[in-house]
């Protein structure tokens, strides 16, 4: 529950049995760091869900003890802060920081009516050139909200990062105000100099496969072949590939894959954590995916249902996602991030970060419990990046580049 500072930002975190208790504590600890001409005119605000209920006191609280008017910030069933993260319990983690007026604007919700959010980033757009958004959002709006991503980006032409709340209640935003639907959060000018990157956190099992029928969310053949036998034979390469063993050994099918204890022990390492389609982002130069929910095999059809919408033609895949995976793709891509802001700054000195991170990856790390595991992803990234101010929180979808992921882990590096 340390205090963490910069020339220009300074974050705290902060569990405890109510809201007046833990904010108590956050509050303490950021008021430490405004010292005579600080100038904090911006904070984030990320709150667990069991706190939901009081979410306009403690924003009004932020609001008048530190004596920044303007907030962004969302719900999750965790928050995380620099080197610590705390899970389904009251908690919460808060960065304060300075910029120049004019190169931040916060908007209200965004939805089915666009015009309380424009009437806001209309006049702020006509002066400045919007670089990046950071957004958060509701995940039970009246619209899809990939749809909702995609019509912000076409209004705003920068780059949308983001999460969507995950609460068992309320799934409320902060955007000044608290805010109960659509998208909402801030737009940054070019000025304001960032860094970002995306870990995948699973890993392919095979190659990608072309989608020849479908009817909706149901793939009916990959390569021409029966999409569940293509799904067979990508898991028993998988297994091969895992603990070398004749893939005929392997039982394969909907009564296995709901108890791993049908599985033969040798095998049984296959069945901890969780096996998702992947539909790979032809436009990406970063090798990106969509990970989506598998969500029922047909097994005399010989077809599935995935949680997303295909078309013929689409490229699909199947991945792998366990905690070792995750943390693996999280070094590579902290390391490739530190490494890429070396070379274009010269040094790496981040004054801030946000890392939000998907609700799934936290509930599935085995040092969940405890919250020392060395797989702990905040602890990962204080080990890799420093002590640079941090706040975020688990997310119900991740938003990158204006897509809607899921199962990743995304972070911002304010330069």
Not at 23 to 48: Q, W
Request: with cysteine.
């Amino acid at each position: 529950m340390a205090l963490f500072t910069s020339t220009q930002f300074a974050s705290a975190a902060a569990t405890g049995t109510d809201w007046r208790d833990t904010a108590k504590v956050v509050l303490e600890k950021l008021e430490g760091a405004r010292t005579p001409g600080h100038h904090f005119n911006l904070g984030f605000l990320y709150i667990t869900d069991a706190l939901v209920d009081d979410a306009v006191s403690i924003l009004n609280l932020f609001k008048s003890v530190l004596n920044i008017d303007h907030w962004v910030g969302s719900v999750g069933l965790g928050v995380s802060g620099c080197g610590e993260r705390f899970i389904d319990q009251p908690a919460i983690s808060a960065m304060i920081g300075r910029f120049d007026e004019n190169d931040f604007c916060l908007f209200p919700s965004f939805s089915v009516d666009p015009a309380p959010a424009e009437a806001a980033l209309k006049p702020w757009m006509a002066a400045q050139d919007p670089m990046l958004a950071l957004v958060h959002g509701d995940p039970l709006s009246e619209e899809n909200p990939a749809h909702t991503i995609e019509r912000f980006e076409a209004l705003l032409g920068g780059f949308v990062i983001g999460g969507l709340s995950s609460s068992r209640q309320d799934n409320i935003q902060f955007s000044n105000d608290v805010v109960n639907s659509g998208l909402s959060g801030v737009v940054f000018s070019q000025n304001v100099r960032v860094a970002t990157t995306l870990s995948q956190g699973c890993t392919p099992i095979g190659s990608s496969h072309t989608v020849t029928r479908c009817d909706g969310h149901t793939v009916l053949e990959l390569d021409e072949k029966k999409a569940v036998e293509v799904f067979e034979q990508d898991l028993r390469a998988l297994a091969i590939k895992k603990v070398n063993r004749d893939p005929d050994e392997i039982l394969i099918d909907e009564a296995a894959l709901g108890d791993p204890e049908a599985v033969p022990e040798e095998f049984q390492s296959l069945m901890k954590g969780e096996i998702h389609a992947a539909l790979p982002i032809s436009e990406s130069d970063q090798k990106d995916y969509l990970v989506r929910n598998i969500m029922g095999l047909d097994q005399d059809e010989g077809s599935m249902m995935i949680a997303e919408h295909v078309n013929k033609g689409d490229r699909l895949l199947f991945v792998h996602r366990d905690h070792d995976s995750v943390y693996e793709d999280l070094s590579k891509s902290l390391l490739d991030l530190r490494k890429r802001v070396e070379a274009d700054e010269g040094v790496f000195a981040p004054k801030g970060a946000i890392y939000i991170s998907c609700v799934a990856r936290a509930f599935s790390d085995p040092g969940l419990s405890d919250n020392t595991h060395e797989h702990n992803e905040v602890e990962l990234i204080q080990d890799i990046l420093g002590d640079v101010p941090l706040t975020g929180f688990y997310a119900g979808g991740e938003i990158s580049k204006a897509r809607l992921y899921g199962y990743t882990g995304i972070l911002v590096l304010f330069l």
